[in-house]
């Protein structure tokens, strides 16, 4: 599978980046990134509470107004009344599900998957009634290839372990049931990918087989003395300071180098190129050996897995959220 986490922040002339769609969780949102990635979504939804993340986020630039999702989706136990009043009245959809055996979170990403030809239907044929988040796109389907809807997840995984545990699982379980859901053949081609973009990170399952990761502007300042050898799950790899002049600018980086590859469902076994500590056939799972903090050394790098891995990479100094 191809992968290619920076593209939606890429500002690139004349290019508009693939079509997706930007799901609000009710955690805290990463309002440096909100502000990138909002600009080009083709829709925008928040899954119950993430109304109230969006609220706080739009009315602390004064917009609150005027910037306003697409559709909340949900229980709707979370919503605070004055803020579900506030939408209704700007014409927000908000749709009741209230299906115990679901979380918000699934509930968004399966509305984003039943509604995916209709939301494509405006990257495919621009709309006069365009918003701010809802750009004019000329459309680059001269081939008549069906393009696909990439999503990404707002949400933090820096406060309670338990919802961030929770998070990973549910983006576990709907990568899983989306790459199952054509019986027999493994992952659907035009089903795009899932991305959870936390406070510092960005967080996405590699499936079993080969894996393309395109991380280009990633900040690699430094280059280790350490032996391709050495165990890539090393606790602290001391790198020398860089020379003056050596760093590139910093606004022009997306990632920093720090990446993890993490078992999730069982032992796996990776084979990786392009990272400072690659490894071949590797053995790793909770409990065993793990590959954390490995460093990016490559604008494209790979990994093969026998079994679904989470991939993380860390986002760049100035696209992660500040703390207050």
């Known amino acids: 599978m191809e992968w290619d986490p920076t593209q939606f922040f ?99 990403l399966r509305y984003l998957r039943k509604q995916e030809e209709r939301i494509l239907s405006s ?14 796109i000329t459309s680059d389907l001269v081939s008549g290839e069906r393009r696909r809807l990439e999503i990404l997840i707002l949400g933090g995984l820096g406060g309670r372990v338990d919802q961030a545990f929770s998070q990973i699982h549910h983006l ?10 054509i019986s027999g053949s493994g992952a659907d081609p035009n089903t795009g990918n899932l991305y959870l973009i936390s406070e510092a990170s960005i967080t996405f399952i590699l499936q079993p087989g080969p894996n393309t990761i395109h991380v280009p502007r990633t900040n690699r300042p430094h280059t280790s003395t350490a032996s391709k050898t050495d165990s890539p799950n090393a606790k602290t790899h001391q790198l020398p300071a860089p020379r003056e002049g050596e760093e590139e600018e910093e606004e022009d980086h997306l990632l920093e180098e720090n990446v993890g ?18 490894v071949e056939d590797w053995a790793t799972e909770i409990g065993g050996q793990i590959s954390t903090s490995n460093h990016i050394r490559a604008e494209v790098v790979h990994v093969h897995t026998d079994v679904p891995v989470l991939f993380t990479v860390e986002l760049a100094r100035r696209l992660k959220r500040v703390s207050r």
């Open 261 to 278: 590859i993490i078992p999730l469902s069982g032992p796996a076994r990776i084979t990786t190129s392009g990272f400072q500590w690659d």
């Open 172 to 181: 576990y379980m709907m990568d899983q049931e989306q790459s199952t859901s």
């Open 123 to 136: 990257y495919a044929a621009p709309s006069s009634n365009s918003t701010a988040h809802h750009p004019i």
């Open 10 to 108: 890429r500002e690139e002339e004349n290019k508009t980046p693939p079509p997706f769609a930007l799901v609000v969780l009710n955690q805290p949102i990463n309002e440096i990134a909100l502000s990138v990635l909002r600009e080009h979504a083709l829709t925008i939804v928040c899954a119950d509470g993430g109304a109230n993340r969006f609220f706080e986020s739009a009315k602390s630039r004064g917009v609150e107004g005027t910037d306003i999702p697409d559709i909340i989706i949900g229980d709707l136990d979370s919503i605070r009344p004055e803020i579900r009043t506030h939408y209704a009245n700007l014409g927000v959809n908000i749709v009741h599900d209230d299906d115990q055996y679901s979380t918000d979170f699934t509930k968004s």
